[in-house]
């Protein structure tokens, strides 16, 4: 849970401030398509808590990646 706040939080904060954006954005595309991966498994997770923190990480790299038309399949993987 606390890795997920701590990811969470440094993406926000790059997502909230334009000099920090291009961060997530200049990662590898695998390196960021295995941490989305790994996220999306983790919410199955039966403790409410930890889905809460995983769902605020999976926001968080949505609003840097869907108006860049970037993870297509997050919506598909949702449903």
Do not use: H
């Not at 990662?27 to 991966?37: S, T």
């Amino acid at each position: 849970m606390m890795a997920s706040v701590v990811c969470k939080n440094l993406i926000a904060n790059v997502g909230s401030d334009p000099k920090y954006t291009d961060l997530w954005i200049q990662f590898d595309a695998q390196f960021k398509k295995f941490i989305k991966d790994a996220i999306m498994n983790t919410l199955a997770c039966p403790s409410n808590v930890v889905r809460g923190q995983i769902a605020s990480l999976v926001a968080a790299i949505a609003t840097i990646e869907i108006p860049r038309q970037e993870w297509p399949e997050l919506i598909p993987g949702l449903c």
